[in-house]
């Protein structure tokens, strides 16, 4: 498969050393090692059951590895932390809670004090596309829109790492590509780095700075590829771009034989 080299990438934010995880007799992870960028956005792309969410847990600290090591920013992870915020598939959100008691909830379980948390999640609460429904509860809102507050509680509480695990899986077609269009403005604008687990090929190569494609357990790398050419020509034009339809395809010529 192709594979775009660059030698100018930015210090890794996340490392993992030789991470191996076993459940019982089953071999999840086999001494896998990943640089994660920093400021980037990595996919974690490959078959079901091939490992993608535990890696996501074990970088999260929810997981503890059978062996090898995860670091951030030069420290081992030993568990959750301050450091690393997690958008989970089915939201998570607290149902008694309105949006900005929700979004504000990592600050206030810091002790953050209250005018100064509802502050910061009322620019997050902006800044996802939901002003206006900050005295909103959960169940009155569509998927998307909890959604949208998953990720502005995962933003909320300023993070340098966040773990997406198929953040957008629970959406319609429409709303998974304005989400797509969205996620693209925060990486360039946040300043942090996206560590991103999906299912979709095309969604991989259209938001990602980087892909690891990961093979069928025991997991490991199976190739890392950098897309290029098409990150500067806009968001309306990346589908078109010849480089994105040749990584599309290459990628799907690489993965088709584990599809069961």
């Known amino acids: 498969m192709k594979q775009v080299v660059d030698n100018t990438l930015p210090e890794s934010a996340v490392s993992t050393r030789n991470i191996s995880k076993n459940y019982g007799d089953v071999e999840a992870l086999k001494n896998l090692s990943l640089e994660f960028p920093r400021g980037q956005?990595?996919?974690l792309l490959g078959p079901s059951g091939c490992g993608k969410t535990t890696l996501l847990k074990i970088i999260a600290g929810l997981l503890e590895p059978t062996s090898g090591t995860v670091e951030v920013n030069g420290q081992?992870?030993?568990g959750p932390g301050p450091d690393r915020a997690f958008v989970f598939q089915d939201?998570?959100?607290l149902p008694w809670a309105t949006v900005l008691r929700n979004v504000a909830f990592g600050l206030e379980m810091?002790?953050?004090?209250k005018s100064e948390r509802e502050?910061?999640?009322e620019k997050y609460i902006k800044e996802v596309g939901l002003a206006g429904f900050e005295q909103s509860y959960p169940h009155?809102?569509?998927g998307g829109m909890r959604q949208r507050v998953g990720l502005a509680r995962a933003l909320s509480v300023d993070a340098e790492v966040l773990l997406m695990d198929e953040p957008f899986s629970a959406v319609d077609e429409q709303t998974r590509r304005k989400?797509?269009?969205d996620l693209l403005s925060l990486v360039?604008?946040?300043n942090k780095t996206f560590i991103f687990v999906t299912h979709s090929i095309e969604e991989a190569v259209y938001v990602s700075d980087q892909i690891a494609i990961l093979l069928p357990r025991p997991s490991r790398v199976h190739e890392i590829i950098r897309p290029s050419n098409f990150r500067s020509k806009g968001v309306d034009n990346i589908r078109r771009d010849p480089e994105y339809l040749d990584i599309v395809d290459e990628i799907w010529a690489s993965l088709r034989t584990y599809v069961e």
């Open 91 to 93: 939201f998570a959100l």
């Open 188 to 190: 360039q604008h946040e």
């Open 140 to 142: 009155e809102l569509s």
């Open 41 to 43: 956005l990595t996919s």
């Open 76 to 78: 081992t992870v030993k």
């Open 179 to 181: 989400f797509q269009e």
């Open 119 to 121: 502050a910061i999640a």
């Open 110 to 113: 810091r002790g953050v004090a």
